[in-house]
């Protein structure tokens, strides 16, 4: 059963833009704190930031304000606006409940961020 649908990723310079979006097929999306989280293979996923059903926000220290994640309710849908993409940020990202990832995870998208 599909919960989660990531799409958005790319190939993308250092130093460039990114919008990811992550669309939640069930009903009660706007009762979650959502997430976006990302892996490097080999290594563990990590939260990269989160909204609460408030829409406060918190980040990842790596992320430097370079990120901004949103959500819209209406649509079920959760986006992560990147910026400043830096090599070191080529991960799959994957969204999710936060911090506690409680629903089936997606496919993910792929970032690559390579000259």
């Known amino acids: 059963q599909v919960q989660l649908a990531e799409s958005g990723g790319g190939l993308v310079q250092p130093g460039g833009s990114l919008r990811l979006s992550c669309t939640h097929f069930g009903f009660f999306f706007h009762d979650y704190t959502m997430g976006w989280y990302r892996q490097v293979p080999g290594k563990q996923r990590e939260l990269v930031a989160r909204?609460?059903?408030?829409?406060?926000?918190n980040y990842g220290d790596f992320v430097k304000g370079r990120f901004a994640i949103s959500r819209d309710n209406a649509k079920r849908t959760v986006y992560l606006q990147m910026n400043s993409l830096e090599p070191e940020d080529t991960a799959v990202y994957y969204c999710?409940?936060?911090?506690?990832?409680?629903?089936?995870w997606g496919q993910g998208t792929q970032v690559t961020v390579s000259s």
């Open positions: 909204i609460g059903v408030d829409n406060v926000t």
């Open positions: 999710n409940s936060a911090p506690n990832a409680r629903l089936t």
